[in-house]
């Protein structure tokens, strides 16, 4: 075989291009801009500490945790609805709910992302970051803002 029986790196390169652009968002790219989502609707709610746990190489249970902190209990369920409301028209159903009125742990399961709303103190106890140090923390400000999937 010649050389010229080899693609070049230019002709990979726009067969790569082409190839991106023809196959539409992976589930877990998806899941991905709905948790930066997620997390973006739980800071603009007042929730303190909000990250994106990426779970993808981790368990296969779940895509993404996302975390953050509530103020009392009332913002802590206003908050959860209003992701889940926003969720929602986006076409996302929620599989399951735990917590709720008078807890100081709300949870709300979409299948590939798993919201947690905590009050300070059980955040701390439960210390889901630490908990799964293995996951990677998405940038979900810098997500959004680009749509490049981004490690902080």
Known sequence: MGRRDFPN???VSIIQQTA???TPPTASARGLAQACRCAQV???MRGQNTLVLDLTKVTPIVDYFVVT?????RQMRSLAEEVSRVLKEQGSRRLGVEGGSGNSW???DYGDIVLHVFDAQSRALYDLEH???D???IDW???LADGSPRHA
């Open 9 to 11: 790196r230019r002709s």
């Open 20 to 22: 991106a652009i023809a």
């Open 42 to 44: 739980a800071e603009e």
């Open 69 to 73: 902190t509530g103020a009392s209990n």
């Open 106 to 108: 709300i949870l709300y």
């Open 131 to 133: 908990l799964w140090a």
């Open 135 to 137: 996951a990677p923390r």
């Open 141 to 143: 400000k810098a997500q």
